[in-house]
């Protein structure tokens, strides 16, 4: 996570640790291969989660997604 911090940084972002989530994307066969320890974040522990949200789709750990809220009645961009 430092190197994301870092990264970030030099492209004058700042990760906010308060907000950050993690997940692993393996098929659900594999699940139980993988490590359920905390990422430290800064300061913060991360726990790995089954989903996350990102503008405004939610994903999940099987790599389906589903449209939440307001994205799911907002028109798309017009293209130009």
């Known amino acids: 996570m ?7 940084s030099a492209n004058r972002l700042q990760l906010n640790a308060t907000k950050t989530e993690f997940m692993w ?5 594999r699940r139980h291969q993988l490590s359920t320890d905390q ?3 800064g300061s913060v522990s991360v726990a790995p989660v ?3 949200r990102d503008l405004g789709v939610l994903l999940n750990s099987d790599m389906s997604m ?4 307001a994205a799911a009645t907002k028109p798309p961009p017009p293209v130009i």
Do not use: E, F, K
């Not at 430092?2 to 970030?8: F, I």
């Not at 994307?25 to 066969?29: A, D, E, L, M």
């Not at 589903?66 to 809220?69: D, F, Y």
């Open 2 to 8: 430092s190197s994301v911090a870092s990264w970030m």
């Open 66 to 69: 589903v449209v939440t809220g």
């Open 25 to 29: 994307c393996v098929p659900p066969r």
């Open 50 to 52: 089954d989903h996350v």
């Open 39 to 41: 990422l430290t974040v």
